[in-house]
């Protein structure tokens, strides 16, 4: 059962949608509701859900739609007569009943939410023989193709279990077997000198990697030659891509064995340290950019998701600041939301076969925990929480990012150690100027965490006055500044010199996104200017082109 904060929040983020859709209903129901009518949205709600990639479908009554507002609903005041309906809506519907009911008390009045699951695959839920769906907001039959594609969901070809008929345990690289093995013995718990003493046929079977002996598609990908795997797999591309953008560029491309590939690929990420300087210590957090663990899962997402009857490649893009990881094929089962904030386990795979290899291999799990996760790491790490896009319907991209975006969002998690994840899921919003409800808004304004007004909401700049810190926090404004200074010293020392656009290339991605940019200019303006008069620099150029060079005592 759902916590009534938890269904609190739910009612709420359902009232704030723009307009119901295929999957959403609000009902008034004041006294009664036709039973067969609540029926037929139970199988359209249930069918839109599936057909959109929903956890569930809900039907709401208690509220009036246009304008939106809650009224309260009389219907089946007694709890077990709405128990009951489970029963009585089971024999019409071919056993398939909804998750559940929920009572929800307002001070407008009571509130009814349905929690309906979707059809399951393969099997349209039908209401009395009939096939509903949504067109919009009207409730209207099923079509065919909508038929169709949810009775295809059972008959989709697992391309990853395939057997590749022409290829033998010859075409598998004998290093990764063997590291695969010890990864195995890692993940089950098993004793290794048992492992080691299987056959590597017997233990490709017994790690569900190949099928009697049969080599599959999966283990070519995460065990295969390159030269072998890539042909026998063609047209797929069986590839990783990682690509460096900005005033550097390069790339490189690797093949399987995917799991020796995904460290060499790894290997190329530029993954420097800097430096956080916590309002109320004098000593800073070293960090690198990225945390291993976090763009490992992430890749290994991409390997075990990835639709490879597309044919594309796996894709990662390195920038100064970010990375970007793109595998072909929409977003799986549900939503990200629903494993970062509702602990959700998925029920299906795009790849069955290779998901479970890459468990038994300790590379992923299936418990939907990895997402989560990775959010948790980020937070621990008071670094921006990673980005899914979904806009295109055939690609995945996850953003994860190496820099601080606004210092207040970076204090705030150190201080504040005890701040729940949705809280921060909807700060993370805030830094990054992406729209957030109202009730969210609300909420984060009455704990003290915001300020400003639509559209100029921001995070709270009088974190050091809440935590009563003000003499670190402006000692913390210092040691910024000698960050600064250190990384123009050692861009001058690299290169013998730097000119003014040269020293904003280095440093404007690095200031803080609340400033403008004519605030950046005359930081960096200000920084050069503090070093010129601790004679750290001096300008061997002009005032319209300058070149700033190391003074004579600091240069090496």
Not at 533 to 550: F, M, T
Request: aromatic share 8%.
């Amino acid at each position: 059962m759902k916590s009534e904060e938890f269904l609190r929040a739910k009612l709420a983020e359902l009232l704030d949608l723009p307009a119901e859709t295929e999957w959403i209903e609000f009902k008034q129901a004041k006294n009664n509701f036709s039973f067969n009518e609540l029926g037929e949205y139970f199988s359209a709600l249930s069918n839109e859900a599936n057909l959109k990639n929903k956890t569930c479908g809900w039907l709401v009554f208690g509220i009036k739609d246009k304008p939106r507002a809650i009224v309260g609903t009389n219907y089946r005041p007694n709890r077990p007569d709405l128990d009951s309906l489970k029963h009585e809506v089971s024999k019409q519907t071919g056993g398939i009943t909804f998750i559940e009911i929920h009572e929800l008390q307002t001070d407008q009045g009571r509130v009814i939410m349905f929690e309906i699951p979707p059809a399951p695959s393969g099997i349209p839920v039908t209401w009395k023989r009939h096939f509903y769906g949504r067109d919009g907001e009207s409730l209207v039959g099923l079509s065919l193709s909508e038929i169709e594609q949810i009775r295809n969901q059972a008959d989709q070809e697992d391309w990853s279990a395939v057997i590749c008929e022409n290829a033998t345990i010859k075409d598998l690289d004998e290093s990764a077997i063997n590291q695969a093995q010890q990864q195995f013995t890692a993940k089950q718990n098993t004793k290794s000198d048992e492992v080691i003493n299987w056959s590597h046929a017997q233990f490709l079977n017994r790690a569900k990697i190949t099928v009697d002996g049969r080599i599959t598609r999966a283990a070519l990908l995460l065990l295969g030659r390159a030269e072998s795997a890539q042909h026998i797999l063609s047209p797929a591309p069986a590839q990783l891509t990682w690509r460096l953008e900005g005033e550097e560029r390069d790339y490189r491309h690797f093949g399987p064995p995917f799991l020796r590939s995904v460290d060499e690929l790894y290997s190329h990420i530029r993954n420097t340290k800097f430096k956080i300087q916590p309002l109320n210590r004098l000593v800073p957090i070293e960090i690198h950019k990225y945390d291993s663990w976090v763009v490992m899962e992430a890749l290994h997402n991409c390997i075990a998701h990835q639709d490879y009857t597309l044919r594309s490649r796996i894709v990662v893009t390195e920038t100064v600041d970010k990375l970007m990881l793109e595998n072909a094929g929409g977003f799986y089962e549900g939503s990200p939301e629903d494993y970062i904030l509702h602990d959700r386990t998925p029920m299906r795979y795009r790849n069955p076969f290779l998901t479970r290899a890459m468990v038994n291999l300790n590379m992923i799990d299936t418990m939907g925990y990895g997402i989560k996760r990775m959010f948790m790491e980020q937070r621990k790490r008071f670094f921006p929480l990673p980005d899914f896009d979904l806009s295109d319907p055939d690609r995945v991209k996850v953003e994860i990012t190496g820099r601080v975006i606004d210092e207040n969002y970076t204090q705030l998690l150190i201080e504040k150690q005890d701040l729940e994840l949705q809280d921060i899921v909807v700060l993370d919003k805030v830094q990054k100027h992406k729209p957030i409800t109202e009730s969210e808004i609300k909420l984060l304004r009455r704990r003290k965490l915001i300020e400003g007004r639509r559209p100029n909401i921001h995070i709270s700049a009088n974190i050091a006055a809440s935590v009563g810190k003000k003499a670190e926090y402006i000692r913390h404004r210092a040691f910024d500044d000698e960050h600064y200074i250190t990384m123009i010293q050692e861009l001058i020392e690299k290169f013998g010199g730097a000119s003014r656009k040269e020293i904003d290339r280095l440093l404007v991605d690095k200031l803080s996104d609340m400033l403008t940019d004519e605030q950046k200019a005359t930081k960096i303006h200000n920084i050069l200017t503090t070093m010129r008069r601790r004679e750290l620099i001096y300008n061997a150029g002009s005032r319209q082109s300058s070149k700033w060079i190391l003074t004579g005592e600091n240069a090496q």
